[in-house]
């Protein structure tokens, strides 16, 4: 609910997005299950508008059971870290040049 809020304010970005994530982590409650499925939902989102950058994946990471990370972004998990499709990461300004780094697994 709060991110359509936020949408009649302005447009979300990498940085709302992870700083969503991180939000989460501290502030949803602890039954897991509701917080998943809201860190789902904020994550498929984000996706949707390709906004997926280093902050989105790093706070997901944090955030996400590993169960859940690995349903997400498991399968573009490589030796060099995890290569992001371009799709996902279209909209984030400045760093759709690359494509796989570790520093999204560290």
Known sequence: KTLILL???TTPDHTTYGTFLQA?????????ARKLRVVEAVFLSCVEEGQCGQMVVRNLKNVASPELYDALVGRFVTEDGLDIPLRWRRNVAGHNDCLATSYFDS
Not at 24 to 32: V, Y
């Open 24 to 32: 989460s982590s501290n502030l949803l409650p602890r039954d897991e």
């Open 7 to 9: 949408r009649d304010w």
